[in-house]
């Protein structure tokens, strides 16, 4: 460093500190005179002199840096008092400081939010320092002024996120307590489920129980009037039903969308005055309608984003339950429902192979995949193997596995992405019975419980150019003590013992002539060949043992 440039800032600091006599300032016989309006003029800050000595203490002089950071020039700002670059979002309170400090003559420094000629607002470090002549009089004082708004932006970013990372450490920590015991206790009970209404009804309890929600009921559609009646409730005396479509409750029924409301709202309604909030959850599961969840509770607000994560996931589970539970009646029921359907539509590809080929086929069964896949089984008769092969080869939805060839007819593993047409169809409460192909049109035949066709119907047409409904049978369905057995013996199997049994049986595997290896069939499985056996073996095992002991 020079020893100019040592003199000038020696010369700026005593200057801040209130060192300086005025008269070094207006004495222009003195040396230091030059030295100091250099360093005030090449200043980083804004320097300012205002004459304490005249009303209003006005500016008498300012710099380029001044100049640069407010846009006010010289012959703007000098004369008048430095209060011109406050404005109507400049704080009162570092204003009143400074205020204070100048009637008191001593120093001061204060941020507060400036605004510039242009009317841009910007944060001003602003350090006031008084000057006093030979005889101790004040006579002036100096100002310096720094432009902060980078630092206070930053610090208010800084500021901003760590309130925000503690909304969120707050809104994680409320969800998991939620979790843990609302959601946790709800899953528990659906995992337990035996019967419909039992579930429904312990969920209901469950959801008004002192730590949760004040009143809850779940609801059907009536297909005839499309008033939406209650089945099951807790917390009150019974709920009238919604009949009005303008209802949260209709609405998202109608919509399949979950809705909040409050007292507020013009279409609210609510059991008594004490209740505030309503959630409104459809209670949809692959498109079939299960009813709808409703929620009230006394809480203003209650159903914010934190708590629509719980109420949705309940919907959620409970609506897999429902049609996990209507899968399991259409097993037990003794009244079923036969649907019988025409599906033209060649976006299936046993319809296209059909209609490419001019084949028929008969479906023989389906395996889930463990990629992700499906896999469905038919006999192909009027196509040779290098023809069907050859059709998949060419189609990005399907692959195809010969298992067996003789004769006329071949059986065939067609692998479709999932859910299948079998798998979705089960997904929505029908059993598929059986499908035959001919001539590019597959006759499906399903059979499900009362309540559940119109569902079925609409989602095959909807899903399907050219889907009909060709044929419709209710009837009693006799004891099936065989499916019993059935269900009996496939709750004792793992589902990979299940799987095995089924490939095997399907490949060929327990045939004469034994076309499918154990080594095919444990590479479709994505398994090694010992392990194919062990799963087999068990199986085998265990449907030994249930024959012997009966």
């Not at 203490?57 to 846009?71: K, S, W």
């Not at 510039?116 to 002549?133: H, T």
């Not at 169809?425 to 590019?440: C, K, Q, Y």
Request: charged letters at 30%; aromatic letters at 6%.
């Amino acid at each position: 460093m020079s020893e100019g440039e040592s003199d000038t800032e020696s010369a700026v600091d005593r200057m801040g500190e209130g060192a300086i006599d005025a008269e070094v300032i207006i004495d222009p016989s003195t040396d230091a005179l030059s030295l100091v309006e250099r360093a005030v003029e090449r200043a980083p800050v804004g320097v300012t002199i205002s004459d304490a000595r005249l009303p209003d203490n006005p500016l008498v002089y300012v710099n380029d840096a001044f100049e640069r950071i407010t846009g006010y020039g010289s012959e703007e700002a000098l004369g008048t008092n430095c209060r011109f670059l406050q404005g109507e979002e400049t704080d009162p309170e570092p204003v009143r400081e400074m205020r204070e400090a100048i009637a008191a003559g001593r120093g001061v420094t204060v941020e507060l939010r400036n605004y510039r000629k242009g009317g841009e607002a910007f944060w001003n470090r602003v350090e006031i320092a008084p000057l006093y002549d030979g005889e101790g009089e004040l006579t002036h004082f100096v100002g310096f002024q720094s432009d902060v708004t980078a630092r206070r932006e930053a610090e208010a970013e800084v500021e901003r996120r760590v309130e925000e990372v503690s909304r969120e450490r707050e809104a994680l920590s409320y969800l998991l307590d939620r979790v843990g015991g609302l959601l946790g206790d709800v899953t528990e009970i659906l995992v337990r489920a035996t019967e419909r209404d039992g579930v429904e009804r312990a969920v209901c309890e469950r959801l008004t129980a002192a730590d949760a929600y004040t009143n809850v009921w779940i609801g059907d559609r009536d297909a005839r009037t499309g008033e939406i009646r209650p089945r099951v409730w807790s917390g009150a005396e019974r709920p009238d039903a919604v009949e009005d479509p303008r209802h949260p409750v209709a609405r998202a029924l109608s919509t399949e969308e979950r809705l909040f409301s409050h007292r507020g709202d013009p279409e609210f309604t609510a059991p008594t005055e004490s209740l505030s909030s309503l959630a409104a959850v459809p209670l949809v599961h692959a498109d079939l309608e299960h009813g709808v969840l409703v929620i009230y509770d006394e809480v203003e607000g209650r159903f914010d984003d934190r708590e629509a994560v719980i109420v949705e996931s309940i919907g959620r589970a409970l609506a897999g339950t429902l049609s996990a539970a209507a899968n399991a009646r259409v097993l037990a029921s003794d009244n079923v429902i036969e649907l019988e359907f025409v599906l033209a539509d060649d976006t299936l590809p046993f319809v296209a192979l059909s209609s490419d080929e001019g084949c028929r086929l008969q479906y023989e069964g389906s395996v889930p995949g463990t990629d992700g896949t499906q896999s469905l089984f038919f006999t192909v008769e009027g196509a040779s193997p290098e023809r069907v092969l050859a059709f998949a080869r060419e189609r990005e939805n399907v692959e195809a596995t010969l298992q067996t060839e003789g004769g006329e007819t071949s059986l065939f593993e067609l692998r479709v992405d999932s859910p299948s047409i079998v798998e979705a169809l089960a997904d929505r409460g029908a059993r598929t019975l059986s499908i035959e192909v001919d001539d590019g049109a597959a006759t499906l035949t399903v059979e499900t419980v009362p309540g559940s066709p119109r569902s079925i119907a609409a989602w095959l047409t909807d899903t399907y150019d050219r889907a009909d409904l060709v044929a419709y049978h209710e009837r009693e369905r006799p004891p099936r003590t065989r499916e019993e057995h059935r269900s009996s013996l496939k709750e004792r199997l793992t589902d990979r013992q299940l799987m095995a049994l089924q490939r095997a049986y399907l490949s060929g595997y327990y045939d004469a002539d034994r076309t499918a290896s154990g080594d095919e069939i444990a590479a479709s499985m994505g398994i090694g060949r010992s392990t194919f056996h062990q799963h087999l073996r068990a199986a085998e095992r265990k449907l030994i043992a249930e024959f012997l002991d009966r």
